[in-house]
């Protein structure tokens, strides 16, 4: 990408991220990036577990409601007042349905990429109508990756993958990270940049040579690991470096985006 402010550097505190961990920390971001900018009520985390507590709490209002369909001498008020929570609570699942699927989808497919590339170098995050004219552009890279399986290790989070977060989050509200936005609804884009060798054409696009305008600046971080002998550890094939220039490296972009809710304010209620 062109154009943009210099990179911010963050160290991480080990000698290179497998991609379990790179994965973790670009979902924190990509977390705070939407709800710094009023596109989901709650963080990340808090809004999935409020979502799963919905439709657990709808399942078992719906198995309370059957076990007393018998009852000859059921309370007519009661069952109209369960009727009409049920039904509240049935279109704020809908609203926030399409939502969190999308997010699924497009974790799902980064974390796809991230175990397909043995040579994993970053990803931006997009905000606006369009790619071609965001209006708020957030690009993430890396400097050493360590390959894994990044879907069976989803679930463990590393010490050093939480405290690198947690920097990266800091690291962008003191560069005035979601300090001026929009109240209305926009969509978020994502792309991975990695060798052209990647192929999951059902998630990902080629954008070789991808620009966008110019007139919007980049917020960068690059995150580095600790300095190591590079040459000892290729030998035994323990991380690759992005700064390798072997792999032709370009971006892609997801076919999935976010497009989020209207919440003109960070409250729950405006789900």
């Not at 709808?58 to 109209?80: A, E, F, I």
């Not at 690059?222 to 470096?241: M, P, R, W, Y």
Request: one cysteine or more; a positive charge; glycine letters at 6%.
């Amino acid at each position: 990408m062109e154009g943009g402010l210099g990179s911010t550097e963050i160290e991480a505190c080990v000698e290179g991220l497998y991609g379990s961990e790179i994965f973790y920390v670009v979902k924190e971001v990509l977390g705070f990036i939407l709800y710094m900018h009023n596109q989901i009520p709650a963080v990340l985390q808090d809004l999935e577990d409020e979502f799963d507590g919905l439709k657990e709490r709808y399942k078992q209002m719906d198995l309370s409601h059957t076990n007393q369909g018998d009852q000859k001498n059921r309370n007519v008020s009661l069952q109209r007042k369960n009727n009409m929570r049920k039904t509240e609570m049935k279109s704020t699942i809908r609203r926030m349905e399409k939502l969190m699927n999308s997010i699924t989808l497009l974790l799902s497919a980064l974390q796809e990429a991230i175990s397909e590339t043995p040579n994993f170098h970053g990803v931006a995050l997009v905000l606006g109508g369009s790619l071609a004219r965001p209006q708020y552009v957030y690009e993430m890279m890396f400097s050493h990756f360590r390959h894994d399986d990044c879907n069976r290790k989803n679930n463990c989070k590393s010490k050093a993958a939480e405290v690198l977060s947690r920097k990266a989050v800091r690291t962008l509200i003191s560069n005035g990270a979601g300090s001026s936005s929009n109240s209305g609804s926009t969509k978020l884009f994502m792309l991975i940049k990695c060798p052209c060798t990647l192929s999951l054409p059902m998630h990902f696009l080629p954008k070789r040579d991808f620009r966008y305008n110019k007139r919007v600046l980049p917020m960068k971080l690059q995150v580095n690991c600790k300095i190591v002998d590079e040459a000892v550890n290729d030998l035994h094939g323990t991380f690759s470096s992005a700064n390798s220039i072997a792999d032709d490296i370009i971006w892609y972009q997801c076919r999935h985006t976010v497009k989020g809710l209207t919440c003109k304010s960070q409250d729950p209620e405006c789900c």
